[in-house]
């Protein structure tokens, strides 16, 4: 008996598409859009159809393909408790920077918002001002860091929650210690009546990212410094305004201008002022150390003072459906 | 005495620039592309405007951003040395359909290409045509599988090397049994000097991709079916053509028009033939099943019957290095 069709009798499903090159991306997302919330249909199709215009725009080849989910595999597997390899690669690819920069509330006026970080500790504990944020055995030089909170009329604002946080000396975190026993060299104060605070701390240096993973690899391929600038950390909430997350840049280091994940802006760069202001090393025991200036040998200590502008707690706005 | 500037006297860097959402993109690029490989440089060019011109586009939120890295973290850790989530994602995404249609040489003529899928495994016995791939145990009804590899012209191409393998009749692969002994399901045949390849096998069934992972979730929140279309896969070579991977989907697959792998194309669609040809069965001890055709109990096996085309090898074209 020769062949005949059978089991497989059902006619041919004429709304199965020939999936070519060109129309294959309006069908996955047409396969990956049901989903009721605008929001969250929105973005799938922006990722899908970016993601596929830069397979199609490049020509992605398959050995490509392959190093790519490679890589991406050991980032993930990079990941730990205490530490985020996908924050790393999305910091030093410039998105974590992008995304700080679309989502802070700021006007022409207000300070500038900077990278969080992955060093914030909501754990630092509350100081009164004039306090030290750092451990007697903390090394590095002393610096006195003092500031007014304003609203963008120029007005004091009082009993803002200003969270600073920074390197030792060294350019480590209290929490890259391996023997971390609480928080250090971070500290919370309260803006007084005049909306000034004032504090302790060291002089904070340069310091690497985490240059051993695979993020570490992409810096090297591209010769690209794993050191970010000098810099300290500043999160500054009050009820009545928009949070700010920011950070001082110290322009005396020479990698002001390669910052590996782009938080360093002109706006938030900052002279450190050499002081020798007795009184106030007194008033606040302020540790003097000894320093060369024209030949001369120098008694007193750096201060960084810098005043921040907050904006006015703004209503949500609805997040974007559609182009 | 006066604060005065001191240590940090170096004049106001007029390289720096002040990053913005309109500004950081070229910033980015410019710091990553400092590599010699045009290639190189190239893709790393496009893939940062494509992924900076998606945050952009949907105005990404802190939120959502964090959603992201937790989940491409969770993606990467679900990687084993038996399962590779990230090339999961690139399915579900169409990615790997994408760079699979991109990187095939076909043309007009010739067989369309489809996706490798994960259950390749070069370790499958090479059999004389004739023989089972399915050892004595396997579940499934008897199919016999042939066809002819022919080139553009329609002339017949003697010992293409036909490596086959699809899941047995419960919808698995050998290499998905915790007991796995040895390949199974699974085979390479040499063409004749006909171009003609026949062996008995089992007729494959719809299964599920790994769906207890990130990706799962994924697909159940576009309330996306897991289930592939019952499938066989070919890998065909031979020194003087292009490779050719490619697979052959039933058409009475209810999945037929839902692969989430986009994988199922018009092209590559076919029939299965319900035969009670006696000659062939006794042939090549073909076991015979009954099966109930118009209330009428019949004996017989499911054929499937299939030619492909290559086409000649092609000169390596050079990749590409701009717009």
New interface residues.
Partial sequence: ????????S?K??S???????DN??P??IR?????DDAR?K???T???Q?????????????D??EVA?QF??????T?TPER?E??LL?D????????????SKQTLEATESSVLGPFFNDAAHLFENGQSITSNEVAGEPMFIRGTILDTAGKPIEKALVDIWETDGNGFYDMQDSEYSGPDCRGKFYSDHNGKFHLKAVKPVDYPIPNDGPVGTILS????DCRRPAHVHYMITHPSYEKLVTALY???SEF???DPV?G????L??????????ALAEAYQVPLFE?D?SNEKRQ?F??L?RDFVLVPKQSKEG??TH?
Same sequence: chains 1, 2.
């Fill in positions: 008996m020769a062949p005949q069709a059978g089991g497989s059902l041919p499903d709304s199965l598409e020939d999936l070519t090159i294959l991306t069908h996955v396969m990956s859009t049901r989903v969250v929105y973005l799938t922006k990722l899908i970016h993601l596929h215009d830069f397979v199609r725009d490049v020509q992605l080849q398959t490509e393909w989910w991406l595999t050991k980032v993930g597997q990941c985020q996908f924050v999305s030093v690819l410039g998105i974590s920077a992008l995304v700080d920069a679309i989502n391929i591209f010769d690209r110290l322009r005396e002001i201008n390669k782009f360093a802006k002109l706006g760069v900052v002279d450190l002022i050499w002081s020798e202001d007795a320093r200036i007193g750096w201060l003072d997040r974007k182009d």
